[in-house]
């Protein structure tokens, strides 16, 4: 955990997943990569349980609402949080098409240009990342490697609704 208590960390991911269809298997790897990267090394602490960690997070975007329900290791609920995805639409269309185009670029385009789109990614996934952490700030103390991963696990249900 780099040095951070494990009991103020996540140790369990779950998906409230829409009906929409299945993301690519693109994102679906990016899916598999982000939640095992955030179980591995994240700092995580509610403002509503701190120090009763670690936690377990479920996820779920309903009615444009992303929703997301905390709880501890034993099974005791511990907060859940609201937010709207207003704020993300914009992003989450740009960084989409970017993806897809990147995706897409490294089976065939020149290096260059795979190196253009994963900038603009990164930059968009950035963002993403900031206005997560933004909106989370005051519920969740959260760092931003955490963010950026929960950015792309919130992108894949986003996808999905």
């Given at each position: 955990?780099?040095?951070?208590?494990?009991?103020?960390?996540?140790?369990?991911?779950?998906?409230?997943?829409?009906?929409?269809?299945?993301?690519?298997?693109?994102?679906?790897?990016?899916?598999?990569?982000?939640?095992?990267?955030?179980?591995?090394?994240?700092?995580?602490?509610?403002?509503?349980?701190?120090?009763?960690?670690?936690?377990?997070?479920?996820?779920?975007?309903?009615?444009?609402?992303?929703?997301?329900?905390?709880?501890?290791?034993?099974?005791a609920s511990v907060q859940e949080i609201t937010l709207?995805?207003?704020?993300?639409?914009?992003?989450?269309?740009?960084?989409?098409?970017?993806?897809?185009?990147?995706?897409?670029?490294?089976?065939?385009?020149?290096?260059?240009r795979i190196e253009a789109l994963d900038m603009g990614?990164?930059?968009?996934?950035?963002?993403?990342?900031?206005?997560?952490?933004?909106?989370?700030?005051?519920?969740?103390?959260?760092?931003?490697?955490?963010?950026?991963?929960?950015?792309?696990?919130?992108?894949?249900?986003?996808?999905?609704?």
């Amino acid at each position: 955990m780099s040095g951070e208590s494990a009991a103020e960390s996540l140790i369990q991911i779950e998906f409230d997943e829409g009906t929409g269809p299945h993301p690519s298997p693109d994102v679906e790897q990016e899916r598999r990569i982000a939640v095992y990267d955030l179980v591995e090394n994240n700092i995580f602490t509610p403002r509503e349980g701190a120090g009763r960690g670690p936690y377990t997070l479920r996820l779920r975007v309903s009615d444009n609402r992303l929703i997301f329900i905390i709880g501890t290791a034993a099974g005791a609920s511990v907060q859940e949080i609201t937010l709207s995805m207003s704020p993300f639409r914009s992003l989450m269309k740009d960084y989409a098409m970017v993806c897809e185009s990147y995706f897409e670029a490294i089976k065939s385009a020149p290096r260059t240009r795979i190196e253009a789109l994963d900038m603009g990614r990164r930059g968009l996934h950035d963002e993403g990342s900031k206005i997560l952490k933004e909106r989370l700030h005051g519920d969740v103390e959260i760092d931003f490697e955490t963010a950026r991963r929960l950015f792309t696990l919130v992108y894949v249900l986003h996808m999905r609704g």
